[in-house]
């Protein structure tokens, strides 16, 4: 029986070791967390489940996530219509909301007026662009990315328990490896971390429960201050933002994602840098194996190594075809 050690019980790890368990493998898998699942990290918040990672199943179609987890009923479809609510407020610091109806057209004479943009407005605007669009890539600015462009289903263990397959026993929790063998200093705290807070929303199904986006270089900082101090610093830009617009209770569970701090993970998803292109590199670089007299002998998954790169179902399918590279080769 040929012996596989898998790095990582993420769903990238899972899937390759379900599937190489499935064929016959031996299959020990070594996690530098306390728990599985890597990125995608659920908890209990109050009366609902809460996500500090993956949130949202992005497309049904060829979504090896939305496959595995619809049929069991894991999922639920926030927007019944198929399209996403974009509407929302623009809110001053000063807690005054400013009108659509009062700037839309404003801001439509201007541009027809002004079809180049005065320079005194380039930072402000560049810097509410650059937000909005980190909340979708998770880099630290826009000038990082290139412009090219379920643990228990994949044990097996739900819905039946007795069909789970040995994952969780052949997998050792805080073990971290440094160093494989086959022959930067700390970021420093900024001040003004809420100057990266970029948006906040009411998740559906769940009217207690809000979400705070923030982006860029200011994660980092989000991160790193004392834990007090965030908690504080979070109520004062509720009550700053909304304490003149909405009736708003002083929330008594504050919870902050880490991914960019820890240093098992060092960000939320991955995304195709600018130096990518520089030097010719593609997905493909990062998932060819290190092979020894023509053995695959240390193989990369991983949502960074998928076309589907950052998301859940891009992990699974890097899984599976390390897995199945694995198994054409013993064959």
């Known amino acids: 029986m040929s012996r596989v050690i898998i790095i990582g019980a993420g769903p990238s790890g899972i899937a390759a070791a379900s599937r190489l368990i499935q064929n016959g493998f031996d299959v020990t898998i070594f996690e530098a967390e306390n728990q599985i699942g890597g990125r995608i990290?659920?908890?209990?918040?109050?009366?609902?489940?809460?996500?500090?990672?993956?949130?949202?199943?992005?497309?049904?179609?060829?979504?090896?996530?939305?496959?595995?987890?619809w049929p069991l009923g894991l999922l639920e479809r926030t927007y019944e219509n198929k399209e996403f609510n974009s509407s929302g407020i623009f809110v001053g610091s000063g807690g005054k909301i400013i009108s659509e109806q009062v700037a839309a057209p404003l801001i439509n004479e201007?541009?027809?007026?002004?079809?180049?943009?005065?320079?005194?407005?380039?930072?402000?605007?560049?810097?509410?662009?650059?937000s909005a669009q980190m909340i979708m890539d998770g880099a630290k600015n826009w000038h990082e990315v290139s412009a090219k462009g379920s643990k228990t289903t994949q044990t097996k263990k739900y819905p039946n328990p007795k069909e789970e397959l040995p994952v969780r026993s052949k997998t050792k929790l805080n073990s971290k490896i440094s160093r494989i063998d086959y022959s930067k200093s700390p970021i420093k705290p900024q001040r003004r971390w809420m100057l990266g807070l970029t948006s906040s929303m009411r998740i559906e199904h769940r009217p207690k429960m809000m979400v705070f986006w923030v982006t860029g270089c200011y994660v980092h900082e989000m991160e790193s201050i004392d834990e007090k101090l965030f908690q504080e610093q979070v109520k004062?830009?509720?009550?700053?933002?909304?304490?003149?617009?909405?009736?708003?209770?002083?929330?008594?569970?504050?919870?902050?994602?880490?991914?960019?701090?820890?240093?098992?993970?060092?960000?939320?998803?991955?995304?195709?840098?600018?130096?990518?292109?520089?030097?010719?590199?593609?997905?493909?670089?990062?998932?060819?194996?290190?092979?020894?007299?023509?053995?695959?002998?240390?193989?990369?998954?991983?949502?960074?190594?998928?076309?589907h790169y950052s998301t859940v179902n891009g992990a699974i399918e890097s899984g599976w075809r390390e897995a199945d590279r694995l198994i054409n080769y013993y064959k």
């Open 110 to 130: 201007y541009f027809r007026s002004h079809p180049e943009i005065s320079t005194d407005k380039h930072k402000p605007l560049m810097e509410s662009l650059n």
């Open 236 to 307: 004062q830009v509720i009550n700053k933002f909304f304490g003149k617009t909405h009736k708003l209770s002083e929330p008594n569970i504050i919870k902050r994602s880490l991914w960019n701090t820890n240093e098992n993970f060092l960000g939320t998803q991955s995304f195709r840098p600018v130096k990518a292109d520089f030097v010719d590199a593609h997905i493909e670089d990062l998932a060819a194996p290190i092979e020894v007299n023509n053995k695959p002998t240390i193989l990369f998954a991983g949502e960074a190594t998928s076309l």
């Open 41 to 69: 990290c659920s908890f209990q918040m109050g009366e609902y489940m809460a996500d500090l990672g993956a949130e949202w199943v992005h497309g049904e179609k060829d979504n090896v996530a939305f496959e595995l987890a």
